[in-house]
């Protein structure tokens, strides 16, 4: 019987080791990243994850880019800077002669309207279509019109309704600010002024998409939309291998194309041949690699396997920034990030679980504020380098804005503050219920600890995984809870519009005329310098008078960059273009 | 004999279909929005237009379609992951995971049961007392501290093995010893406490008395019937290795299933959590048959367990 096990267990142990003998051995690539969980998604339309960014920005390529180091937008497909009317309301790009996709083809401005009109379609499901709607001339209202349209036939479900709705669509999408006047010549033009608009063509959702995704597109009764009248695309469009319909495998204009994408193991990026840099690229080859475990993604590093680790979020990161700051670690660089850490205050709910919210009222959210020591959580809770926040938008991180002053820490005035509203030294107040993640607990902790010493209050702790969290984040069920945000691009509203009456993000349910209307005002001031005070003006009523949120922090992020590697510039953004690496090893 | 293993496949799917239908039920009910991924909320007409997408209006027209989907084997799109499906998912994730597993249960077998033999045969001696002491271990020490000690080991500081990663003989043995480390144990612990039973049996001490070589009588004789209790161990021990281990897979970087389970239920990728619970639970109901067949052929006298 041994005999026969034993002879069992070589024999699989055999197959399991011809399984490794039969896969080839490929070559190291030129540099090589880590990405911690994988791509999330290449849909440039539907991308909101940094990491994919990374990616799908360095693939494709906007009507512009961003600088590495600056990140100021700069030329990309179109030559820049395109012609901007006096209203600031009409821009003409010029798609460059020398713009290629991968195959070869030329982009056209085609290429773009497809791309933008994808994105506001209602069947993409795209986070940033806002950014399309929000600012083209039209966008919203087409947007608006298909999604009746979509909730109708829903209910109705008439072949004959459906049929006119499809007939429809191009018409309708005509009277979109959106056109290609010539196979180079793109005109775009916007309901209102938008001094960032360039930076905006930089992002995915602003990509254009090659005409082959077509042969993938989902028809019913011969429409270019699903049965659920919804613009629908196989979901395997982004894959380099996927041929199904005579489909050649994703086709993109960046400066690398996507060439292998094996899942949760490796993406394989090689140079463009067609693209205008590249006989100028130092790396021909790049490979992204997942390590969902960052620890070993560290020690990864450490053993030269990989180059470059542009997240390295460890428990230890405190310790990361005390080697960088010290001068002994010169390859961790700690990239100050355009984002803010801060607490919402309920400004909406009355009661919360049959006890009187007290953070509708303005004062007690002020006179926490006050008695929040946001130097302390950043120098003895934190410890990794992070700025203080007393303002919504980092200070110094846009050239043309300053930020509000905003409060510091003064307990004095704080429990006076308490006191006019009627909770001298807390009594009286209900427990204070902080809503958060099991990451942020040692901050709240501090926080409460800070709030019961110099105001008297009781607090209750809820720590929840994180799908919970957001669920009772969303439903208002909570007084006080945790919020993180990351700016989309530069400028301050991208902060600000957060707390405008019923966005999305107004995850506090703030709401205040008066902010709304600074805010509208700003939107359609050409000056900049005009714009920027009405911005600060409205950024003061948040964070100086009302307060439905507590700055506390704007994170800086250690990455990692072998000292072989150059090209690579930490930033806010803590995005990379790769087509300035060389790796000397 | 054919007529029970059928009854046996037939009982093993209606529990499948019970443990999907009740991961589902679960699924549903618990909060968190599956189609939002991280802190900024998903504008309304977004998510409507994804629910029509994925027909998630209505729970039991979208439990049909995930049924008639898996009778298909096909387990429709991930969340979390949109341009992969959960087929592809698991194409490229359970390869890998039942590599490991195997690799991890050969070495656990190998050395687990002869090292109890031994032990029970040398029963209260230096050996026996190094192998119980080794069971502790095994069984007490996570393997989130044992794969992290093994990977700073020999991959960082030895450099003799790589960090973690998967595609290459290097990548197997720490990934495969770690896992195989706590069954290991178990299979030591029981198949020592189960010889020791067997050798002071009445055929043990006839088949000695009849001039067998000792040797003869431990391996061809007395471990034919002390491994039973080791063989019920080994069903659902091997469908949990070859599923996949969350936190070896974690430490290691191995692209295996393991971490899809506990990925997709944090995410609340619905589909990626079915998909998953069908596989291993599939795998746990076939294996246990085969274990119940392996117990007729070692023990004839319980042919009829099936």
């Given at each position: 019987m041994i005999a026969r096990i034993s002879l069992a267990c070589v024999v699989l142990f055999a197959l399991v080791l011809a399984t490794f003998s039969m896969g080839a051995r490929e070559q190291r690539a030129d540099f090589t990243y880590v990405n911690p969980s994988d791509i999330h998604t290449l849909d440039p339309a539907r991308m909101s994850w940094i990491q994919d960014f990374r990616v799908a920005l360095n693939i494709w390529e906007g009507l512009t880019r961003w600088d590495a180091r600056t990140l100021e937008p700069v030329a990309g497909a179109a030559e820049f800077p395109p012609g901007i009317s006096e209203d600031h309301r009409t821009y003409t790009f010029a798609i460059r002669p020398d713009a290629r996709w991968s195959n070869g083809e030329p982009v056209t401005a085609a290429d773009f309207v497809r791309g933008w009109r994808r994105a506001i379609e209602p069947g993409t499901a795209a986070d940033y279509a806002f950014l399309l709607t929000g600012n083209i001339e039209g966008a919203h209202d087409y947007v608006h019109w298909r999604y009746q349209a979509v909730a109708r036939l829903k209910q109705v479900g008439a072949e004959a309704e459906f049929d006119a709705h499809a007939a429809a669509l191009d018409e309708r999408f005509a009277r979109v600010g959106l056109r290609a006047l010539d196979d180079r010549t793109l005109e775009v033009r916007l309901h209102a002024p938008c001094p960032y608009f360039l930076d905006l063509t930089a992002m995915p959702a602003f990509l254009p998409i090659h005409s082959s995704i077509e042969a993938l597109r989902t028809r019913h009764r011969s429409a270019p939309l699903d049965r659920n009248g919804l613009v629908a695309y196989d979901p395997q469009w982004t894959k380099p291998d996927y041929h199904r319909e005579g489909y050649p495998g994703l086709i993109t204009n960046g400066a690398y194309r996507l060439v292998d994408w094996t899942f949760k193991r490796r993406a394989r990026l090689e140079a463009n041949p067609h693209h205008s840099v590249a006989a100028s690229l130092n790396c021909r080859t790049i490979d992204m690699v997942c390590f969902d475990n960052l620890n070993a993604a560290l020690m990864a590093y450490e053993s030269k396997h990989v180059d470059f680790l542009p997240d390295l979020g460890v428990s230890y990161d405190h310790e990361l920034a005390r080697l960088s700051l010290s001068g002994s670690r010169p390859d961790f660089h700690l990239c100050p990030v355009m984002a803010t850490y801060f607490l919402n205050f309920n400004c909406s709910s009355l009661e919360l679980g049959g006890v009187a919210n007290p953070m509708i009222d303005r004062r007690v959210r002020k006179a926490l504020t006050l008695a929040t020591d946001r130097v302390r959580i950043v120098e003895?809770?934190?410890?990794?380098c992070d700025r203080v926040a007393y303002s919504f938008v980092p200070a110094g991180a846009l050239k043309d804005y300053q930020p509000p002053k905003g409060l510091t820490w003064n307990p004095s005035e704080a429990r006076q503050l308490l006191a006019e509203a009627g909770f001298p030294e807390g009594a009286g107040l209900p427990p204070i219920e902080i809503l958060y993640t099991q990451n942020d607990r040692h901050v709240i902790q501090a926080i409460a600890r800070m709030w019961e010493t110099e105001l008297g209050v009781r607090t209750n702790l809820h720590c929840k995984e994180s799908k919970t969290f957001g669920e009772d984040k969303s439903e208002h069920r909570y007084m006080v809870a945790r919020g993180k945000w990351y700016a989309d691009y530069n400028d301050a509203t991208t902060f600000l519009d957060c707390l405008i009456t019923g966005n999305g993000n107004n995850d506090s349910g703030y709401t205040n005329v008066a902010y709304d209307a600074l805010l509208h005002r700003a939107a359609r001031t050409a000056d900049r310098q005009a714009r920027a005070a009405l911005l600060a003006e409205a950024e003061a009523v948040i964070v100086e008078q009302d307060c439905p949120i507590l700055p506390i922090l704007h994170f800086t992020e250690p990455v990692a960059i072998q000292p072989y590697v150059s090209g690579l510039y930490p930033n806010g953004r803590l995005w990379f273009s790769f087509r300035d690496v060389n790796v000397q090893r | 004999m054919i007529p029970r293993l059928l009854k046996r496949l037939v009982l093993g799917l209606v529990t499948v279909a019970c443990v999907y239908t009740v991961t589902f039920l679960m699924v549903v009910s618990i909060p968190g929005n599956p189609l939002q991924q991280g802190e900024r909320k998903l504008p309304e007409e977004v998510e409507n237009a994804l629910r029509a997408r994925y027909d998630m209006d209505n729970n039991w027209r979208y439990f049909g379609q995930l049924v008639q989907g898996a009778l298909r084997f096909d387990f429709g799109p991930a969340f979390t992951y949109s341009d992969w499906t959960c087929n592809q998912i698991l194409r490229g994730a359970l390869p890998v995971s039942v590599t490991l597993g195997l690799l991890a249960m050969l070495i656990a077998v190998g050395v687990g049961v002869p090292v109890g033999v031994w032990s029970a045969v040398r029963r209260n001696g230096l050996f026996d007392f190094a192998t119980l002491s080794f069971v502790l271990v095994g069984v007490s020490l996570p393997t989130f501290v044992t794969g992290s000690v093994l990977l700073t080991l020999f991959a960082v500081e030895w450099r003799l093995a790589p960090v973690g990663g998967w595609g290459t003989f290097a990548h197997l043995p720490l990934p495969a010893i770690t896992l195989a480390l706590p069954f290991m144990a178990q299979i030591t612990r029981l198949t020592r406490m189960s010889m020791i039973d067997v050798m002071n049996a009445d055929f043990v001490r006839a088949a000695l008395a009849k001039g067998l070589a000792p040797r003869t009588v431990v391996w061809n004789h007395a471990l034919r019937v002390a491994f039973l209790p080791v063989l019920s161990y080994l069903g659902p021990a091997t469908a949990q290795a070859l599923t996949g281990s969350f936190v070896v897979e974690k430490v290691f970087g191995v692209p295996g299933l393991g971490q899809h389970f506990v990925n997709a239920a944090l995410n609340r990728d619905a589909g990626l959590i079915l998909a998953t619970v069908l596989v291993f639970s599939s795998m746990l109901v076939a294996l246990n048959v085969v274990v119940d067949v392996l117990y007729g052929w070692l023990d004839p006298r319980i042919s009829g367990a099936v």
């Open positions: 003895n809770v934190r410890g990794r | -």
